[in-house]
């Protein structure tokens, strides 16, 4: 009898994850926190470190479409579909909390994703006064949203003892790590580790991470990007030169090589840190830095350089690619696979042993198995 309900387990999951497509394999940290006068009231984040838009930006890159606004409609949609035309098939977005501009602007991102069939996760950020506790609030509340992976920035600021009770609690999801330490993960009852930070946590980093994780069951979410570079934003005059996208090519092969489970992007559109992949124009006069040259492009044809080889670069992952290990993407909290089934699923396991008693097949209390 219990194989003949994990059977149909099986096939209830299988149903489950082809209606919400393959696990992914590609995200990519978006910021929804843009403002600008005509939608917002003010600029927002493009006049960070005294800056003052639309021509003195808040970034040393210059975007294509100019500083956005995050709440226009036309914008999040052009902005989604070069998402999904570039293989990225998860949408990491930046959440500060509740009632906060990106916790208000989720819902609309959530549905304009789902247009584009990309999976949304959530990327907790260290809000003022978050706690291990707060975070598991937080995650329940989100996951009424459909939000079923979460990175936790910073996870090491909290005590592990503190998230290892969260995760013990929480079911139905995957909870990630931001950090390179996989004990820290491991202590903390995390899924797995994501890096984040491409200034710190370079390519050489990824084959000793993956290992590890590996070695513990955890997932591998190394964080790959195209540079660093936030000094009109931040005042920071640390940099991590894209060299004419080598840099991008170099962390992408060596997340490659370690066999990492996912890869995560940073960034879509973190254009205070220089992270960003999003098209970019080139402004001149030495104001600005561009993407001219960046696998040979130039002009018109360089905006979009970091998009076309992170598609080139998604190919190269899925080539023969067999999915990844199914107990490091549930270790049984609940089902990844089943999601919000998990609540039905358990109710159809109650009946199915009632019924099974009904009939007299021995359930797993009993001794001997009927088949």
Request: some cysteine; aromatic content about 10%; hydrophobic content about 45%.
């Amino acid at each position: 009898m219990r194989r003949a309900i994990l059977l149909l387990v099986a096939v209830f999951a299988v149903g489950a994850a082809s209606a919400q497509g393959a696990t992914p394999l590609v995200s990519v940290f978006f910021y929804p926190w843009y403002g600008t006068p005509a939608h917002d009231g003010a600029y927002v984040h493009w006049n960070q470190n005294g800056r003052r838009p639309p021509v003195d930006i808040a970034s040393d890159f210059f975007p294509q479409r100019g500083p956005y606004s995050s709440s226009e409609p036309r914008v999040l949609q052009a902005q989604l579909q070069e998402i999904a035309a570039a293989g990225i098939d998860e949408l990491a977005v930046s959440w500060w909390g509740r009632d906060s501009a990106e916790d208000r602007r989720l819902p609309t991102v959530v549905a304009a994703a789902r247009r584009q069939r990309l999976a949304v996760a959530v990327h907790l950020e260290p809000y003022l006064g978050r706690t291990a506790e707060s975070t598991e609030a937080d995650i329940r509340y989100l996951q009424m949203l459909g939000a079923q992976t979460f990175y936790v920035y910073a996870s090491t600021l909290v005590p592990d003892a503190d998230w290892a009770a969260v995760n013990d609690r929480l079911e139905g999801v995957r909870v990630l790590a931001g950090t390179p330490s996989v004990g820290r993960a491991l202590a903390g009852g995390f899924d797995g580790v994501y890096t984040y930070d491409v200034l710190l946590y370079g390519a050489s980093a990824f084959a000793r991470i993956c290992q590890a994780a590996r070695r513990k069951g955890l997932l591998c979410a190394p964080s790959v990007g195209p540079g660093y570079s936030a000094a009109r934003a931040t005042g920071d005059i640390r940099a991590k030169p894209r060299r004419d996208g080598a840099t991008y090519d170099a962390m992408w092969r060596a997340a490659l090589a370690a066999h990492a489970d996912l890869v995560t992007i940073t960034s879509y559109n973190e254009w205070h840190e220089g992270t960003q992949i999003e098209p970019a124009l080139d402004r001149g006069a030495g104001r600005y830095r561009s993407y001219a040259g960046a696998y040979g492009r130039r002009g018109v044809a360089a905006r979009r350089a970091y998009l076309d080889r992170t598609a080139y670069w998604a190919r190269e992952l899925r080539k023969g690619r067999r999915e990844p290990a199914v107990a490091a993407a549930t270790r049984q909290r609940g089902s990844m696979l089943l999601g919000p089934l998990a609540g039905p699923l358990d109710r159809f396991l109650g009946g199915a042993a009632l019924l099974a008693g009904a009939l007299g097949w021995p359930t797993d209390g009993a001794r001997g198995t009927r088949v």
